[in-house]
């Protein structure tokens, strides 16, 4: 459901990842369900890369970054991890959530518009730090 013509790249690791998690990770609500679904369809299309041949800036496993609520403008400081080290007091989002699904594969300055469970949202990354990058 992302409406940017912006490409999905993946490292053929995070890519193997997260189908691993997808397998694995028990669905328990409809909103999980839609979530995994729409990141099982931006999967199939995404261009997979080498690590080292990801752009700079581009959201990953691991990924911290900083996205914009367009319509509140509030600024959320967040960390895109693997279901079993997700922690919201962290600010640790899981891939398969769905803001971690709108996010994964994109990078800095792109808007992506994603159903989250309060609704539609427009997402602005603003910044993305890669510690391996």
């Not at 991890?81 to 769905?98: F, G, M």
């Not at 699904?101 to 989250?116: N, P």
Request: aromatic content about 4%; overall charge positive; some cysteine.
């Amino acid at each position: 459901m992302q409406t940017t013509k912006q490409p999905v790249l993946l490292s053929r690791q995070d890519h193997s990842t997260i189908l691993y998690h997808l397998r694995k990770e028990h669905v328990h609500n409809a909103a999980d369900r839609q979530s995994a679904n729409a990141l099982q369809q931006e999967l199939k299309r995404a261009r997979l890369m080498d690590e080292n041949q990801l752009p700079p800036g581009m959201v990953r496993l691991g990924s911290r970054l900083k996205v914009r609520d367009i319509a509140t403008n509030a600024l959320l400081e967040i960390m895109i991890v693997t279901p079993d080290q997700a922690n919201w007091k962290e600010k640790k989002i899981s891939v398969l959530s769905p803001l971690g699904t709108a996010l994964i594969g994109f990078c800095v300055g792109v808007s992506v518009k994603w159903k989250v469970p309060a609704g539609e949202k427009l997402f602005l990354i603003e910044e993305v730090k890669n510690e391996l990058a």
